[in-house]
């Protein structure tokens, strides 16, 4: 089944604790991303992967790495969590995007994040 | 700078009842237009895009849009909601001339079917 997995779904942390947000891919693309959503805000890019080491920032990358080691994989590293980080993420994928098409973007569950 | 604007928060409406989200943005430039549904606790689904041609697009589960690129709106009705059609809405545009693939979304329309 193509599906975009994300892990963990939930998590509660401390302010300061490093954590990692996995995602992963199977359809073979070479676009991936990240969202945060917050309540009345929608949904806000925070980093983008064209492909394999190529990565970017999005709207809202401050206090937020990602890395692109693998085409099927795009981790979310906080450095050092606090909690206006706390939000509800998504791992977004698709194939490559060009300026002639609209390419479908697959996204992942959700990982509800909560920094106390 | 691109904004997509929802002009809902909330619709409230009876089951077998017809149903309009409105969705307006703001852009100068070529854009396409996709409406998402995310259902409680699970990740966004899409159900229609616009690229180019007709301006009146088809999607899954019976929702249409219309592209009215003079009053720069993408309008997703539906012409009998179900209870089941319960969930959050959001309009997102990409710039035609794009070669990011960034999505701006809206704020999100919470659609709320009653029996």
């Known amino acids: 089944e193509a599906q975009v997995t994300q892990n963990p779904r939930y998590l509660i942390t401390v302010t300061g604790k490093k954590l990692t947000v996995t995602c992963s891919q199977n359809?073979?693309?070479?676009?991936m991303s990240w969202y945060r959503q917050d309540p009345g805000l929608g949904l806000r890019q925070i980093y983008y992967s064209m492909n394999v080491e190529v990565t970017d920032k999005g709207d809202v990358p401050e206090g937020y790495k990602v890395s692109r080691k693998e085409k099927r994989n795009f981790p979310l590293i906080l450095e050092s969590p606090s909690p206006n980080q706390t939000s509800l993420y998504f791992c977004a994928s698709s194939l490559r995007p060009t300026s002639g098409g609209g390419n479908e973007q697959f996204f992942g569950p959700g990982t509800r994040l909560t920094v106390l | 700078a691109q904004s997509v604007t929802q002009l809902d928060s909330q619709v409230p409406v009876f089951e077998e009842a017809p149903v309009e989200l409105r969705c307006n943005y703001s852009s100068s430039v070529s854009v396409y237009l996709f409406w998402y549904v995310q259902y409680p606790n699970q990740g966004l689904q899409l159900l229609l895009k616009?690229?180019?041609?007709?301006?009146l697009v088809k999607g899954i589960n019976g929702f249409e849009a219309e592209f009215n690129k003079s009053q720069t709106s993408f309008h997703l009705r539906k012409p009998s909601v179900h209870i089941s059609d319960t969930a959050e809405y959001f309009c997102a545009v990409r710039k035609g001339s794009s070669n990011t693939g960034k999505l701006i979304f809206g704020q999100g329309t919470t659609l709320q079917v009653k029996p």
């Open positions: 359809m073979n693309h070479e676009y």
């Open positions: 616009y690229l180019s041609g007709s301006t």
